[in-house]
């Protein structure tokens, strides 16, 4: 199957003397665009798609988007450009933006860049005139897969070999050494462990007055202890939640000492801490409109998501955790938390950027465990 330009990518080509490019799919799939951005630059990775309106620049620079190809179904990107302090990480970490239009216009009163600067100088090659709607209902039937964004078409018999050499080892870049953030007035200290934090996490925990220290996450339990922590957070971050055994560990014996609260990679990995399974989606969730329903209430909140994993329901059971929340979409699980120890954490992005606030209630109430553990120790 070969999906072609259409009119809308020639007009594209002469406006910006552009250069062809095509989008190679594991099953020989082949979509064929113009380059933008690092135009030269070639690329391979999981191919993954966000269905956000909006957002585009929080989503470039979410390291969780690490080493994949992001396609945005909504077909007008670009067209309030790039505010450099919007980036939710200091470098962006995807290999490739695939989109249906690259808007040249770009109308915001605070824009500092176009997007196609900001890719071309952060060396990200982009693809602009695909049918990202197309690419998404064929991920969608035939699941999340690997693909090659090259400057010439790549045969079938080629994929695997080319594939080998162009993808990266994962690049996982949390921060290299100690770093500090403080509130005007500081209730609770917060260690935030980092696999790849997005900067909207660090300032929903300054929003609850928290000081903020965040540690590499190979950092030992004595270097975290000697900081005297209130709580412990747990970031987000890319990859298989399993890649990670190492901290399995240190999550164990945090969760006896302190407060703990997880998102989405963190989430993943106090699940696996505690005994639970984690499994790769079909397609992932990847939007900031996906109901998920919190059970204490009844009530049903809308969600930023970004994961491709899942925590498995049914080996909660098997372990001290209790499921706080499910998508609305599919029942997956969304939340979960300590039978008997103060840990929480969820699947979803409650810090938003990009997407809705609702669920920023869970920093309130990984404060509040802080706070109820102050008081015992009191
Ligand atoms: N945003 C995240 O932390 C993503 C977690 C994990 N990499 C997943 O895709 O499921």
């Known amino acids: 199957m070969r999906f072609t330009s259409n009119n809308q990518t020639e007009y594209l080509r002469k406006d910006m003397n552009s250069m062809q490019k095509y989008l190679t799919l594991a099953d020989g799939t082949t979509f064929t665009g113009v380059a933008f951005g690092a135009t030269h630059a070639l690329a391979a990775g999981e191919v993954v798609f966000n269905t956000g309106m909006t957002g585009y620049q929080e989503a470039i620079t979410d390291p969780s988007y690490t080493n994949q190809l992001l396609t945005f179904t909504y077909p007008l990107i670009g067209t309030y450009g790039i505010n450099l302090h919007q980036n939710q990480a200091p470098k962006a970490s995807c290999q490739a933006v695939i989109i249906r239009h690259l808007d040249a216009e770009i109308t915001h009163h605070d824009y500092q860049q176009s997007l196609n600067d900001f890719l071309a100088a952060e060396q990200i090659p982009g693809i602009s005139g695909i049918d990202t709607r197309a690419l998404t209902k064929h991920i969608r039937v035939n699941g999340t897969m690997q693909a090659i964004l090259s400057n010439e078409p790549v045969a079938a018999t080629d994929f695997a070999s080319l594939y080998k050499v162009l993808a990266k080892q994962l690049d996982k870049q949390p921060c290299l050494e100690q770093e500090s953030f403080h509130p005007l007035h500081a209730d609770y200290h917060v260690v935030l462990l980092d696999f790849g934090i997005k900067h909207a996490i660090i300032q929903q925990l300054l929003k609850q007055n928290c000081s903020v220290t965040v540690l590499p996450y190979q950092?030992?339990?004595?270097?975290?202890?000697?900081?005297?922590?209130?709580?412990?957070?747990?970031?987000?971050?890319?990859?298989?939640?399993?890649?990670?055994?190492?901290?399995?560990?240190?999550?164990?014996?945090?969760?006896?000492?302190?407060?703990?609260?997880?998102?989405?990679?963190?989430?993943?990995?106090?699940?696996?801490?505690?005994?639970?399974?984690?499994?790769?989606?079909?397609?992932?969730h990847r939007g900031q409109n996906h109901p998920v329903k919190l059970l204490a209430s009844?009530?049903?909140?809308?969600?930023?998501?970004?994961?491709?994993y899942a925590v498995d329901a049914a080996s909660v059971a098997q372990t001290d955790l209790k499921i706080t929340a499910v998508e609305g979409n599919d029942n997956t699980v969304e939340g979960l938390a300590h039978k008997a120890l103060p840990v929480i954490s969820v699947q979803y992005h409650p810090?938003?950027?990009?997407?809705?606030?609702?669920?920023?209630?869970?920093?309130?109430e990984f404060k509040q465990l802080m706070a109820k553990e102050v008081l015992q120790h009191a």
């Open 219 to 284: 950092t030992d339990f004595e270097t975290i202890a000697a900081l005297n922590p209130d709580g412990i957070f747990v970031s987000n971050g890319p990859d298989d939640p399993t890649a990670y055994p190492n901290s399995l560990p240190l999550l164990q014996q945090l969760e006896h000492h302190y407060p703990v609260a997880g998102i989405c990679l963190g989430h993943q990995l106090l699940a696996l801490a505690n005994g639970a399974k984690t499994y790769a989606l079909p397609f992932g």
């Open 298 to 308: 009844g009530h049903t909140i809308m969600t930023s998501q970004n994961h491709g």
């Open 351 to 364: 810090e938003a950027n990009p997407g809705p606030l609702d669920g920023q209630i869970f920093f309130q």
